[in-house]
């Protein structure tokens, strides 16, 4: 199974700055995802990347999948309360299983 | 369409019973599968679907089985609750017969066993 390391496992952000979490595959990711988790409540998809070096943008939220396709980053710029929750990554190892990392928990202070 | 669907919202079990989480989706996905999340681990695959009739472990399957006889629904078995198993499940559900699609995550299951 695919091994991700998510970092930090939290984080806390003066609403208006920056932010950056990553996510790093022990293998080569065929597909790299984003989900979004508030408390008590499912998984909402961010973005799905493929393709190395791929980058893509929603919002405030930009994610990215470096050359080599082991790590990947999201990144949201201003952030708001509403960016407060749980960050996962989720890979494709291409054996129909999806495998997760534990998670960057979000706290947004006004 | 209501998307994935699970039931119940909650439950508490004693060690020993038996219980079924029930899954549903109505968006006619081949791909189903049943995850774990438990603090500081994320999300561990239990078993998955690649469509109806076809079932396989995931990572953490042992204690728990699986059926699918229908496109629709996806139900998980405990067949004898333990207090290991207290947890927060999730279904999930994409299109095709693979993970390379947008996974739909039902609300969850909250379960404790004592």
């Known amino acids: 199974s695919q091994e991700l390391e998510q970092s930090p496992q939290s984080l806390i952000v003066q609403e208006g700055k920056n932010l950056t979490i990553n996510c790093t595959s022990s293998?080569?990711?065929?597909?790299l995802y984003w989900y979004k988790q508030k408390y008590g409540e499912g998984l909402i998809f961010l973005m799905m990347l493929q393709k190395g070096g791929e980058e893509k943008s929603h919002e405030k939220i930009t994610a990215k999948l470096d050359e080599k396709k082991q790590q990947s980053s999201l990144h949201i710029t201003a952030s708001q309360p509403s960016h407060a929750g749980i960050y996962l990554c989720g890979a494709d190892g291409n054996d129909y299983k999806l495998s997760f990392g534990a998670g960057t928990t979000v706290t947004v202070r006004a | 369409n209501a998307g994935v669907t699970q039931t119940p919202k909650f439950q508490v079990l004693k060690t020993g019973q038996s219980m079924t989480l029930q899954c549903a989706q109505d968006?006619?996905?081949?791909?189903m599968s049943w995850y774990r999340q438990d603090p500081g681990m994320g999300l561990r695959l239990i078993h998955y679907s690649v469509g109806a009739g076809i079932t396989d472990q995931g990572e953490v399957p042992n204690g728990y089985n699986v059926s699918r006889s229908t496109t629709e629904d996806f139900p998980l078995r405990l067949l004898s609750a333990a207090p290991s198993q207290t947890s927060v499940y999730f279904c999930a559900s994409s299109y095709t017969s693979g993970t390379r699609e947008t996974q739909y995550f039902g609300p969850g299951t909250r379960l404790l066993v004592l």
């Open positions: 293998k080569t990711l065929y597909g």
């Open positions: 968006m006619n996905h081949e791909y």
